[in-house]
């Protein structure tokens, strides 16, 4: 039994003595002494019994998912420390950074089982470019929950303008003139394979007003005509995927279905490829070329990596004038981290 359990039993061991109204007056002194002496005991010792106690936290999931785990409660950790990790992204962004071929490098992660994260120029800003076609899935997905029929709408592809044209990274498959698509199709269409056509199609069709109610509900904000271009930051954007793992926004089967969408992306030059073939990787990534001569190019991947049993979300923006070079540092982030992860929880 610990010292201070039951301060009015610690008092009668150690006087052994019933007091009278006589001896009060004598014995006050010594019993008030004592008393104090004890709860400062008290104090002393409690300090010393916690003072390497880790900080709990927990988390409530619900599990019985594949690609989402949905979050029911949760409290913040504090105690773990990520900073020898961190330590080795650092580097390895300081030696890619190094080349004049990538002059910004940002990265945020998170062990998506507890909540630690870490970022590294993590407000720094860029064009999300294909990047938000995430969010316009999300936009549809949502509405798809109360209007179903949403989905099986269908919208023919005129292909008076090819949007596909402008990009560097073209898609493998993309929607033919004249043919009619489904919603559904066309938003699998741009979010596996890419498509800026079928892009444009799913937002021509959309109410603005419930594109932007999405990024409300979401806390990001539009950009604005003074900042047309880099506007977002890779944690900002790394919520897309919190909110997507958790089910948190839309539907548990509306998560799953776009977090299966997303694991399906043919683009394998960044994220997936720092990870071995056998690993489960939903991401998205963005491309666009800025200045005057297109000579600012930026390419970020975006995702989650389902390590078994520890879920990690891994988002990488760059900016340089090479985009074989900014994919490759990518790749070599993605692979450090993924050897880091595997390291702490290899035997587990």
Not at 195 to 217: C, E, G, H, R
Not at 254 to 271: C, H, I, P, V
Request: hydrophobic share 40%; glycine share 6%; with cysteine.
């Amino acid at each position: 039994m610990h010292l201070c359990e039951n301060v009015f039993t610690c008092i009668v061991s150690a006087k052994g003595v019933v007091l009278n109204n006589k001896s009060i007056l004598k014995w006050l002194p010594l019993i008030l002494a004592f008393l104090i002496g004890l709860l400062v005991g008290c104090v002393v010792e409690n300090k010393i019994a916690n003072k390497d106690k880790p900080v709990q936290s927990y988390e409530v999931r619900q599990g019985g998912y594949s690609l989402i785990n949905p979050l029911l409660e949760c409290d913040v950790p504090k105690d773990k420390n990520l900073e020898p990790f961190k330590h080795k992204v650092e580097a390895l962004i300081h030696e890619k950074a190094g080349s004049n071929k990538s002059n910004h490098l940002s990265v945020y992660f998170r062990d998506l089982n507890n909540g630690q994260w870490f970022g590294i120029n993590e407000s720094e800003e860029f064009s999300p470019a294909s990047l938000l076609k995430v969010s316009t899935m999300m936009a549809y997905f949502k509405l798809a929950e109360a209007s179903p029929e949403i989905m099986g709408k269908k919208i023919k592809f005129n292909g008076t303008y090819n949007y596909n044209a402008m990009e560097n990274i073209k898609p493998s498959r993309a929607i033919n003139p004249g043919q009619t698509y489904t919603i559904e199709e066309l938003i699998y269409m741009m979010v596996v394979h890419s498509d800026n056509n079928a892009n444009s199609l799913v937002l021509d069709y959309i109410d603005p007003i419930l594109l932007q109610k999405t990024f409300k509900d979401l806390g990001i904000n539009l950009p604005d005509i003074r900042k047309p271009e880099d506007f977002m930051s890779v944690k900002t954007y790394a919520s897309f995927f919190r909110i997507l793992f958790n089910a948190s926004y839309l539907s548990k089967d509306m998560s799953s279905k776009a977090l299966e969408y997303l694991t399906r992306a043919d683009f394998k030059a960044g994220l997936v490829s720092g990870v071995p073939s056998n690993i489960v990787v939903a991401h998205k990534f963005g491309e666009r070329a800025l200045g005057p001569q297109a000579e600012i190019k930026e390419l970020h991947d975006c995702g989650i990596v389902y390590y078994p049993a520890h879920p990690y979300l891994l988002c990488v923006m760059s900016k340089g004038n090479d985009f074989k070079y900014l994919a490759n540092s990518i790749k070599d982030l993605s692979r450090l981290v993924f050897e880091e992860v595997n390291h702490q929880h290899a035997d587990s």
